[in-house]
């Protein structure tokens, strides 16, 4: 054929009002109202202390507009400190002098002061010298904190092991990394300034802070400080949530609280990281740059294991004079739409029925509409035929076939590991619990609190599929909670607040489960108060959920009990959210949360409101799944066209659009299977059986194998890999056994060749087999002049059938 489906969706007439977009170039310095300097008044203590300065423009129309790399600095009084151009004032005597900053026609005079410019505190191994290993990458896993060292210097990672550290630092080497009686030529300072060959490169230049620190500190004689020394209790990010203009830079400052109650800038010793590259970049000082991308972009500060965030709003770079009226069936659609107007984002136009019809069974039951069922959903004329629909699909015995396979993933149905029977009956023990409605706290709850004999309590095996305590704490905490906390278990979080406390605490409620054979067969059980005690600390670490404070001892009797009121109340800060973005993610193609199983402070909601909202509704309905589904399926939101408009075409993330997604392997085998008639023989199984009812994801087959199957080895949903490969593209074109479906003699094409003279209609019914709708006029036309064209009608109608099985049509959920 002369064409694709790809690009007849691509031709899809937008049917937006029409609306006025109002060129928006970045904000001019010229349009200010008025500038404005964070701090206020600069103060200045001890030696070496600087301040990362935030020049703030407010323009006429009340926008905020970062100009701290724009401004020019002036100090009257020029001895007692010196300001760079990028706004970083640092001490050198003490006084006081007057700031002024000039930017766009508008300047301001603001006080500096400084004192004890010549009082240098008593220098700590773990407060100076340890930020500055972690700012400049000497212990992260590619360099000196890897299992193995680098060059026979090995840190700990993010310098979790302070004290290990300073060993490696001032005692191994055979005392030649410091030098005290010459510090300049220590070799720690020799290698990161370049003097010595580096296999890191230059990492700090003579003159700059950070050197100035550790050669004071070899100095001083490599003081390891003293525990009653004040310690970093928190981290404070300035600003912390902003509106920035696509292009548009915005300065980050942070600010560390001590023990002590003193207070230091800390910009240019901490850790900076975005959570997409893709709507803002953040280079090492805290300088955030937008992107060209409508979204919400979170920033991360990371110092001394503290975390804090920046959030920016990106707005598309057009505003919207007058925002035309919007559709919202429910509250999702209240959120959803209170997003697309700040970020001047428009939605596109409704999906037709015969859209939403293949969406909503593949989302729901992962199954196509046959040639019937579609014919006869775009004949009915009853206004409520969606909701009836999703309704009927939410009773087949394929959605607890589907939503099975999905749960199975993640809770490790794996064979190799549990073998046939246990696996089986595990398998089944989900099915079940699907099939009669079992809300999903409950689901949980029997998972945590599985016991007594296997054959009765099938939810016990996931015990023997993730056999330690500390890998059922984080696989469970990743798949129910969305939060991975693995790295906690040999260092703090480097990304968010979890401890090694945290990661053993959550451990210890599982090390009571035990398993013993007995004429039930094997059974699950709870006995004995076993400690668990912290790696380093060796300290008693007793049993308590993530977030809350450990208590003074483990909860009496079976620990999980206590974990289980907790995962699965509606108070629990994770539990309902996890699940909610879950399934906001599998229906809408991204997570409000992404990825769905990395919730933490540093990755947080693009739409913290929407998130919240999904999450009170599955809470208000028991947990009831399908009632969720109910509600995101009936929004506006979903029920979105996937064209795309040059509105919101760069959109990715605030759901003004369907996004288009790929059919998961095991849908995609049977789609293939469905639309041709001839079914798929799996090695082991039973002959009829489709691909989203194998429990077993360890039954051999090329094409589940090469489009993403996974093997169930983690609980990471990145285990299915969702992305098109050339692979596949060439496996479609070209696999013997997919053509050979299709030229089956007792297949779905040759039953319709034989059974329908008329070739116009022949289309048609081929368009309702592959595409779940009609042909329009001009295909209909290509598609009987092909066949007419051709001498064999059979294979003409194979050919036709073949190309349409290669399009983005087919192979993707629009």
Same mark, same amino acid.
């Not at 409520?384 to 490790?412: G, I």
């Not at 629990?572 to 199983?597: C, I, K, Q, T, Y």
């Not at 029920?639 to 392997?665: P, T």
């Given at each position: 054929m002369r064409y694709t489906a790809y690009q007849l969706i691509l031709l899809l007439t937008l049917s937006i009002a029409p609306v006025t977009l109002l060129a928006q170039p970045p904000a001019r310095i010229e349009a200010l109202g008025r500038i404005e300097l964070t701090p206020a008044e600069v103060v200045l203590e001890g030696a070496g202390a600087s301040r990362q300065l935030l020049v703030t423009g407010i323009t006429r129309s009340g926008e905020e507009v970062d100009l701290t790399h724009q401004a020019s600095y002036q100090l009257a009084g020029s001895e007692i400190a010196i300001v760079d151009d990028q706004g970083v004032i640092q001490s050198r005597a003490d006084g006081e002098g007057r700031l002024r900053v000039r930017v766009g026609g508008k300047d301001l005079v603001a006080t500096v002061r400084v004192a004890d410019s010549t009082v240098r505190r008593p220098l700590n191994f773990n407060n100076d010298v340890i930020p500055i290993m972690s700012r400049f990458g000497c212990n992260a896993s590619g360099c000196h904190g890897k299992a193995e060292g680098q060059n026979g210097f090995k840190l700990s990672v993010f310098g979790f092991d302070a004290t290990n550290d300073y060993q490696a630092l001032v005692m191994q080497g055979r005392g030649r990394r410091v030098f005290p009686a010459s510090p300049e030529k220590s070799l720690l300072l020799l290698k990161v300034s370049g003097a010595t060959p580096h296999g890191g490169g230059v990492r700090i230049i003579p003159g700059q802070p950070a050197y100035e620190t550790l050669l004071n500190w070899i100095k001083a004689g490599t003081p390891v400080g003293s525990d009653d020394d004040p310690r970093v209790v928190g981290i404070k990010l300035f600003p912390d949530q902003r509106v920035v203009n696509m292009t548009r830079p915005q300065q980050l400052q942070v600010i560390a609280s001590f023990s002590d109650g003193r207070v230091e800038d800390v910009t240019r010793l901490s850790a900076f990281q975005t959570n997409s590259e893709i709507l803002g970049t953040v280079d090492e000082n805290g300088l955030v740059m937008a992107g060209e991308s409508p979204g919400t972009v979170a920033v991360m500060a990371t110092y001394m294991g503290q975390v804090d965030v920046f959030r920016a709003i990106i707005p598309l770079a057009e505003s919207i004079r007058e925002y035309p009226d919007v559709a919202e069936e429910n509250f999702v659609d209240r959120h959803v739409n209170d997003q697309l107007r700040k970020l001047n984002l428009l939605p596109s136009p409704p999906a037709d029925d015969a859209t939403f019809l293949r969406r909503v069974y593949l989302d729901i039951i992962g199954t196509l509409p046959t040639?019937?069922?579609?014919?006869?959903?775009?004949?009915?004329?009853?206004?409520?035929?969606?909701?009836?629909?999703?309704?009927?699909?939410?009773?087949?015995?394929?959605?607890?076939?589907?939503?099975?396979?999905?749960?199975?993933?993640?809770?490790?149905?794996?064979?190799?590991?549990?073998?046939?029977?246990?696996?089986?009956?595990?398998?089944?023990?989900?099915?079940?619990?699907?099939?009669?409605?079992?809300?999903?706290?409950?689901?949980?709850?029997?998972?945590?609190?599985?016991?007594?004999?296997?054959?009765?309590?099938?939810?016990?095996?996931?015990?023997?599929?993730?056999?330690?305590?500390?890998?059922?704490?984080?696989?469970?905490?990743?798949?129910?909670?969305?939060?991975?906390?693995?790295?906690?278990?040999?260092?703090?979080?480097?990304?968010?607040?979890?401890?090694?406390?945290?990661?053993?605490?959550?451990?210890?409620?599982?090390?009571?489960?035990?398993?013993?054979?007995?004429?039930?067969?094997?059974?699950?059980?709870?006995?004995?108060?076993?400690?668990?005690?912290?790696?380093?600390?060796?300290?008693?670490?007793?049993?308590?959920?993530?977030?809350?404070?450990?208590?003074?001892?483990?909860?009496?009797?079976?620990?999980?009990?206590?974990?289980?009121?907790?995962?699965?109340?509606?108070?629990?800060?994770?539990?309902?959210?996890?699940?909610?973005?879950?399934?906001?993610?599998?229906?809408?193609?991204?997570?409000?949360?992404?990825?769905?199983?990395?919730?933490?402070?540093?990755?947080?909601?693009?739409?913290?409101?929407?998130?919240?909202?999904?999450?009170?509704?599955?809470?208000?309905?028991?947990?009831?799944?399908?009632?969720?589904?109910?509600?995101?399926?009936?929004?506006?939101?979903?029920?979105?066209?996937?064209?795309?408009?040059?509105?919101?075409?760069?959109?990715?993330?605030?759901?003004?659009?369907?996004?288009?997604?790929? $059919?998961?392997? *095991?849908?995609?085998?049977?789609?293939? +299977?469905?639309?041709?008639?001839?079914? @798929? =023989?799996?090695? #082991? %199984?039973?002959?009829?059986?489709?691909?989203?009812?194998?429990?077993?994801?360890?039954?051999?087959?090329?094409?589940?194998?090469?489009?993403?199957?996974?093997?169930?080895?983690?609980?990471?949903?990145?285990?299915?890999?969702?992305?098109?490969?050339?692979?596949?593209?060439?496996?479609?074109?070209?696999?013997?056994?997919?053509?050979?479906?299709?030229?089956?003699?007792?297949?779905?094409?040759?039953?319709?060749?034989?059974?329908?003279?008329?070739?116009?209609? $022949?289309?048609? *019914?081929?368009?309702?087999?592959?595409? +779940?709708?009609?042909?329009?006029?001009? @295909? =209909?036309?290509? #598609? %009987?002049?092909?066949?007419?064209?051709?001498?064999?009608?059979?294979?003409?109608?194979?050919?036709?059938?073949?190309?349409?099985?290669?399009?983005?049509?087919?192979?993707?959920?629009?």
């Open positions: 040639a019937a069922e579609a014919r006869r959903f775009l004949k009915d004329s009853d206004p409520e035929r969606r909701a009836r629909l999703v309704d009927r699909l939410l009773e087949r015995p394929e959605f607890a076939d589907y939503w099975a396979l999905k749960w199975s993933d993640l809770l490790r149905v794996d064979r190799l590991a549990l073998g046939h029977k246990s696996a089986f009956e595990y398998y089944r023990w989900i099915r079940d619990s699907i099939a009669q409605h079992k809300p999903l706290d409950q689901f949980a709850r029997d998972i945590l609190l599985a016991e007594g004999p296997l054959r009765d309590s099938a939810a016990g095996v996931f015990y023997k599929a993730v056999g330690s305590p500390n890998k059922q704490a984080s696989t469970l905490s990743q798949v129910f909670l969305g939060i991975r906390i693995e790295c906690a278990e040999c260092h703090h979080h480097p990304f968010d607040r979890w401890s090694q406390n945290d990661y053993f605490g959550m451990q210890s409620f599982f090390t009571q489960v035990k398993f013993k054979g007995s004429p039930q067969g094997e059974v699950i059980f709870t006995e004995g108060n076993p400690e668990t005690k912290h790696p380093r600390s060796g300290a008693p670490v007793f049993a308590y959920p993530l977030g809350e404070t450990m208590p003074g001892e483990h909860p009496p009797g079976d620990r999980r009990v206590a974990l289980a009121g907790w995962f699965t109340s509606g108070e629990n800060p994770f539990f309902a959210r996890n699940l909610a973005n879950r399934a906001w993610a599998h229906f809408m193609g991204s997570g409000v949360v992404e990825p769905v199983d990395d919730v933490r402070l540093t990755n947080p909601p693009s739409n913290p409101a929407l998130l919240d909202g999904l999450a009170e509704d599955l809470v208000t309905h028991g947990f009831d799944f399908r009632q969720l589904i109910r509600a995101i399926t009936s929004s506006a939101a979903y029920q979105r066209s996937s064209s795309v408009s040059k509105n919101n075409a760069r959109d990715e993330q605030n759901y003004s659009r369907y996004l288009f997604k790929q $059919l998961e392997a *095991e849908v995609f085998m049977d789609a293939i +299977s469905q639309t041709t008639g001839i079914g @798929e =023989k799996f090695h #082991g %199984v039973p002959e009829g059986s489709r691909a989203i009812q194998l429990w077993d994801s360890q039954v051999p087959h090329y094409l589940l194998k090469l489009f993403g199957r996974p093997s169930r080895a983690t609980a990471c949903d990145c285990e299915r890999i969702a992305e098109p490969t050339v692979g596949q593209v060439l496996h479609v074109l070209n696999s013997p056994a997919i053509h050979k479906k299709i030229s089956h003699a007792g297949g779905h094409v040759a039953a319709l060749v034989a059974g329908i003279p008329e070739n116009d209609v $022949l289309v048609e *019914e081929l368009y309702l087999v592959f595409f +779940s709708r009609f042909p329009d006029a001009a @295909e =209909k036309k290509n #598609g %009987v002049e092909y066949i007419n064209s051709q001498p064999d009608r059979r294979h003409a109608a194979e050919d036709l059938s073949w190309s349409m099985m290669n399009s983005l049509e087919f192979m993707f959920n629009h």
